[in-house]
């Protein structure tokens, strides 16, 4: 089964926002797509990972080397099987667990959605139009049921 992580891809040297791209990780093979073109297969023994800062990952594959930034760096680094940060030294010499705090605000920035548009036509949502219209009608009716009994 494969895992496909959508990002951005940056060569050495380069600046900006990079190439969007999506790596497709499979049990074996990793694969390179930019929109509908193929950039690149590799084999997993042939791929290096290694945590670059702020959520990108600098990736050395078959000899050359490029910087994948993911939409979501924890979920690409639990597929990789890559440490998001070495652990710290603490003072008994033992490696202590390190959490990264600007992978996960990346992470969480990612997966906002924005609040729907308030100049949308759905205004009420179903089940309160439904509430709605219930108690209109039972209060409709109990005026008829009145006006007929007086």
Known sequence: ?????????LLPGETGDGLCS???IGEDSLRLIAGENELGTWGRNDCDVSPAGKGSFQMRLAGETL?????SPSAFAEAMTVPLTPEPETQGGKRGVSYDYDAAIDEMIADVTPPPDPGSDEILSKPMIVGIVGVSTAVM???VTITMVI
């Open 141 to 143: 009716t109990g005026l």
């Open 67 to 71: 910087t994948f930034t993911p939409s």
């Open 1 to 9: 089964m494969s895992r496909v992580f959508s990002g951005a891809v």
């Open 22 to 24: 999506s790596f497709e």
